[in-house]
């Protein structure tokens, strides 16, 4: 529900506080930003430059998600569950900050992402999230120090306003994938390999806003049926070039590797 995130919400033209009115949230200058039928705000003020992942993808992303595959990284991000506003920066379906929610009764939840396809059901993912349609790499319509935690899990990061909406004593908690994630399939399907400098630029967007406070890797042997692999795909940038129209064989085995690092401001 977008109530509940209200308090924390600012206008993203000139910065002000928002109200729900009807259909459409407000700032006292007149600013309107309309509420979708689906649930979400669209706090956007201008056109974006991507839409973010699509239909497809995302229905692909749920299913694979619910199946229980990726347990282990939401397991490791509930431990960092606190009071205050979650902030879910790249949420996607809302799999995660449901999750954490879950763990954290005290807590509102806030996701935000450029895809209209993931807020659909982000803000239908837990009573307690509200959804937003809002650029990660432009200022967040999130008022100063409004987070207790901040959740990126794979996903774009913003060093700036991630330390400008994160409250003195607050945990940013980054999720990115370890070298071998998922290193058999891409060799056996020709994926795309993680960037083998995705550490160095981690730390370089979060560089003089974070200091990182520990990091863990974790790994899990996954088994996956033919379809499974094909929704595995199907949720991930190699979806754009792989061919999904057909099955692999066989059960496949491959290696979920994620590096988990929580970070407190500089």
């Given at each position: 529900m977008i109530d509940g995130a209200l308090p924390y919400l600012r206008?993203?033209?000139?910065?002000?506080?928002?109200?729900?009115?009807?259909?459409?949230?407000?700032?006292?200058?007149?600013?309107?930003?309309?509420?979708?039928?689906?649930?979400?705000?669209?706090?956007?003020?201008?056109?974006?430059?991507?839409?973010?992942?699509?239909?497809?993808?995302i229905a692909d992303r749920a299913a694979f998600l619910s199946a229980g595959h990726y347990d282990f990284i939401a397991d490791a991000i509930v431990e960092h569950a606190g009071d205050g506003l979650i902030l879910d920066a790249g949420t996607g379906t809302g799999h995660y900050l449901a999750r954490v929610l879950d763990a954290a009764p005290g807590a509102a939840g806030l996701g935000v992402d450029v895809s209209k396809p993931a807020l659909r059901r982000a803000a239908r993912s837990h009573p307690r999230a509200a959804a937003v349609l809002a650029d990660l790499w432009r200022p967040l319509p999130v008022a100063d120090a409004a987070a207790s935690v901040i959740l990126n899990v794979f996903a774009p990061r913003?060093?700036?306003e991630?330390?400008?909406?994160?409250?003195?004593?607050?945990?940013?908690?980054?999720?990115?994938?370890?070298?071998?994630?998922l290193a058999e399939l891409v060799a056996a399907r020709g994926?795309?390999?993680?960037?083998?400098?995705?550490?160095?630029?981690?730390?370089?967007?979060?560089?003089?806003?974070?200091k990182p406070a520990g990091t863990t890797t974790l790994r899990r042997a996954l088994r996956l049926t033919p379809a499974e692999t094909r929704t595995l795909i199907g949720m991930t940038p190699s979806a754009h070039h792989a061919p999904l129209d057909s099955h692999p064989p066989h059960v496949a085995s491959t290696t979920a590797a994620v590096t988990v690092t929580a970070y407190h401001p500089a």
């Open positions: 206008c993203p033209v000139c910065e002000q506080s928002l109200a729900r009115v009807e259909r459409s949230l407000r700032c006292a200058r007149g600013h309107g930003f309309d509420l979708a039928k689906q649930g979400y705000a669209n706090l956007t003020s201008g056109r974006t430059p991507h839409i973010g992942d699509t239909v497809e993808m913003n060093g700036p991630f330390h400008r909406v994160l409250r003195p004593g607050g945990v940013l908690v980054v999720v990115t994938p370890a070298p071998d994630h994926l795309i390999r993680v960037d083998p400098d995705k550490a160095a630029r981690v730390e370089e967007s979060l560089g003089g806003h974070f």
